[in-house]
Each structure stands twice: as structure tokens, then as C-alpha cells.
């Protein structure tokens, strides 16, 4: 997948030192710090899961790279989850503290957003967004999705306020 500044790209094993720089931060997970990666190891399980999801489901997690370069500087995608026992696929973006308010997180979540209303269509888009993450609020409304308090849920680090693809605005 690209876009005008982007390569999203299937997770490969390789890609686990990128993405432990990316979730090794305590910048990065600031509104969730679970899922903080203490080594190395963790983010080469964490990608192993990317990649079975991928072979389980054809889609899920990408590596961002910037167009011209190899830097792993963030990942989108969304992959299969429960909420209020309702299947879903969960809209994630996350990307190192050096590029942040370049439009980048929107650029990729508007293009997996699109791919995946185009692939799927009629699945239930969900990003889940801590009430004070501004940044991240805004990427889900500029990438299309819609406040869904229906869908709110207590994620684990605090409550996770919902923003879909379906219905109207609900505030």
C-alpha cells in the first residue's frame, strides 16, 4: 500500500527492531502503557502475531515507511477483536515522537481506513482512543470515522472511547 508520502508494507520478522523503537518509547504509549515493549524479544513475539494474523485473516498491521527510505517510522492497520461481543477490526496507528505533526498518522489511517471499507466492506471499523488524546481523536475523524459512544469500552489502561465507520455522529 502507498500513498503520496508512505509504504505500508505486510510485517516481516525483520521488522521487529522498527517496530521496538517505536514501542520501547514511553513517549508512544503514553495513553497506553501497557503496551509499552520492555526488549528486543517482546517486539519479535509481537510481530510474530502480526504476521499470523495476516495469514490467518489476509489483512492486518503494516510498517510505515517514509516513501524513499527503509526507517520503520510507525504502523497502521487494523486486525479482528471483540467489542461488547460485537466482531469488529480495530483501526491502530502509531508512529515515533520525530515525525509526529507531520499528517502522517492521517495519511496512513485514511488509506487503511479506505483499503479496508474497500476489502471489507460492511465491517465495523472501530478506533478505540483514550477521552485525552487529542492527537489521536483527530486522526480518526480526519481519517472518516465517526464518535460511537455505543462502542466505548474499558480498554486496559482506562476507557477506550470508540470512533467507527457506522451509523451517524453519536456524541
Keep these: 500500500m502507498r500513498t503520496e508520502r508512505l509504504r505500508l508494507s505486510r510485517p516481516v ?9 517505536i514501542l520501547g518509547d514511553p513517549r508512544t504509549v503514553e495513553h ?18 502480526w504476521i499470523r494474523h495476516w495469514d490467518e485473516h489476509g489483512f ?3 510498517c510505515v515507511r517514509e516513501a524513499e527510505s527503509e526507517r ?5 492497520g487494523v486486525k479482528r ?7 469488529v477490526v480495530n483501526l491502530v496507528y502509531r508512529f515515533v515522537p520525530d515525525v509526529w505533526g507531520r499528517g502522517l498518522a ?3 489511517a ?25 492527537a489521536s481523536r483527530r486522526v480518526a475523524l480526519k481519517a472518516g470515522l465517526r464518535r460511537d459512544t455505543a462502542l466505548d469500552c474499558q480498554g486496559e489502561d482506562g476507557l ?12
Design 81 to 87: 477483536m471483540l467489542i461488547h461481543d460485537r466482531p
Design 110 to 134: 485514511t488509506a487503511v481506513v479506505s483499503a479496508t471499507s474497500a476489502e471489507l466492506p460492511g465491517e465495523t471499523i472501530v478506533a478505540r482512543v483514550r477521552p485525552d488524546n487529542t
Design 32 to 49: 497506553n502503557p501497557s503496551d509499552r515493549l520492555a526488549d528486543l524479544d517482546a517486539a519479535v513475539e509481537l510481530v510474530d502475531r
Design 60 to 62: 492486518g498491521y503494516r
Design 13 to 21: 520478522a525483520a521488522d521487529a527492531a522498527g517496530v521496538f523503537a
Design 160 to 171: 477506550d472511547w470508540a470512533f467507527t465507520n457506522r451509523g451517524p455522529d453519536v456524541r
Design 72 to 76: 520503520i517510522i510507525g504502523y497502521a
Design 106 to 108: 492521517t495519511e496512513a
